[in-house]
């Protein structure tokens, strides 16, 4: 089996963006409402696009540090 992406992307039954999710967190589900994310995308989705990072995730998880530097530009 491969391992999960890095990043994923939720979305609602129309498609559009939800949350974004660490790959291989227990929250995010699966199937085609899950597509992989690239790091940019995720930084885009959350920074950008101001899309929820995944909120079962404690303050400094991989989530929330994307999060943070996608609005500082500080990593």
Do not use: N, Y
């Not at 963006?17 to 660490?22: D, I, Q, T």
């Not at 291989?24 to 995308?41: F, H, N, W, Y």
């Not at 995720?42 to 540090?65: K, M, N, W």
């Amino acid at each position: 089996m491969a391992p999960p992406p890095e990043w994923e992307l939720e979305t609602d039954l129309g498609r559009r963006p939800v949350r974004v999710h660490v790959g291989g967190c227990s929250m995010r589900g699966t199937g085609p409402r899950r597509p992989p994310l690239t790091r940019d995308a995720a930084l885009r989705a959350l920074g950008v696009d101001r899309v929820e990072a995944c909120i079962h995730f404690p303050i400094e998880s991989s989530c929330c540090s994307l999060f943070c530097c996608a609005r500082r530009d500080a990593c």
